[in-house]
């Protein structure tokens, strides 16, 4: 299965504007790690694109179709990703059918509307791969204002807030990409489906007492219309699901 697809070869109809795909430098410790990326996706057409021409060289894109009518599955999989079909809609939903059906030693989940670089993953699988961390989640630094509104700001940062509470893990993010190993993760009791699925994940592995670390990853405007951020609507019921696994 090709996990590399070169930008020149994708129709410019259907290109992002982001940068050209670049081949990225690996550090020795990473050329041996194995690692699938799982990308839940509902109508992200506009951003796979660029999303699957910025996977890093061994990895395995894993788009997890969440019920798209746009193409965006059959666009995937001409580019040469892992399509996985989820019909229960809902974030964790998409995350958990992912997660189920990877193979490799370390999973990465990444948002695919473009607003993250899945080349991040490198970086962040590293302290996992070296014994320093078991959970690495990624915080958003937003390269313009129209990248994060600030209601989605607002909020993301009342949750941290809370989090940080209820865990006792200093994370100022509940970010949109995540690094773990694949057994560990699956032995994690989170049931949410929804969009309270990123936050479980650090509350269950804060309570087994994992190592979470965060780093810094660029946060970009995505490709496309936002079905969470871009709207209050959208982000009230985001941050609802999220509020609720804390009031727990």
Sequence with gaps: M???IELADVPRSVRPNRPPAVA??????????????????LDEAPALP??????????????????STDGSAGIARN???????CPQRGYGAACVAGLTMASAELVAFCDCDASIDPSEVVRMALPIWRGRADLVVGRRRPVSWRA??????IA???????????????????????VARREALLALPVRDRRCGYPLETVVRAAEAGWRIVQQDVAYLPRAGESKVTGTVRGTWRAATDMW????E
């Excluded at 990225?24 to 996706?41: H, K």
């Excluded at 580019?79 to 079909?85: N, P, T």
């Excluded at 609720?244 to 009031?247: H, M, P, R, S, V």
Aim: net charge positive.
């Design 148 to 153: 994060w509104p600030l209601h989605a700001r």
């Design 50 to 67: 660029w999303v699957l021409s910025r996977i890093p060289l061994g990895a395995c894109a894993m788009v997890v179709d969440n019920g």
């Design 244 to 247: 609720t696994i804390l009031a």
């Design 156 to 178: 993301n940062r009342g949750l941290a807030r809370l989090t940080r509470r209820r865990t006792g893990v200093g994370l100022a993010d509940i970010g949109p990409i995540r």
């Design 24 to 41: 990225l430098p690996l550090t020795v410790d990473f050329v041996f790690a194995q690692i699938d990326i799982v990308l839940p996706c």
């Design 79 to 85: 580019l040469g990703a892992h399509v996985v079909r």
């Design 2 to 4: 090709p996990s590399w």
